[in-house]
Nanobody, 127 residues
């Protein structure tokens, strides 16, 4: 059974960094597009970035470029999201998602593009 498990969230202060992990079980991430999303209270789920090893593609939502970095370790079957200079508006539940194939530049920020989701990890940025 395919499963994604996020970890690494927590309570941090503005300006801090966090690295989130998305570990897959039941399937190899190599054959999938893996994306990170976030959802703040009362807001829609927002796509952050997508990576797919099969075509070496990595895409970011324009507003997320610079502070967020997606990376992968396929030996560990894990994808990461490095977040730097965190701000209170980054407070949200962060999810990873997977879809068979490669990242689609036109659709990678759309939740409906992905079939598999983790349970999410809470990130709270507050002083």
């Amino acid at each position: 059974q395919e499963q994604l498990v996020e970890s690494g969230g927590g309570l941090v202060q503005p300006g801090d960094s966090l690295r989130l992990s998305c570990a897959a079980s039941g399937f190899s991430l190599y054959y999938y597009a893996i994306a990170w999303f976030r959802q703040a209270p009362g807001k829609e789920r927002e796509g952050i970035a997508c990576t797919s090893d099969a075509d070496s593609a990595t895409y970011y939502r324009d507003s997320m470029k610079g502070r967020f970095t997606i990376s992968s370790d396929y030996a560990k079957n894990t994808v990461y999201l490095q977040m730097n200079d965190l701000k209170p508006e980054d407070t949200a539940v962060y999810y990873c998602a997977a879809e068979v194939g490669v990242c689609d530049y036109s659709n990678f920020v759309l939740p409906a593009y992905y079939d598999y989701w983790g349970q999410g990890t809470q990130v709270t940025v507050s002083s």
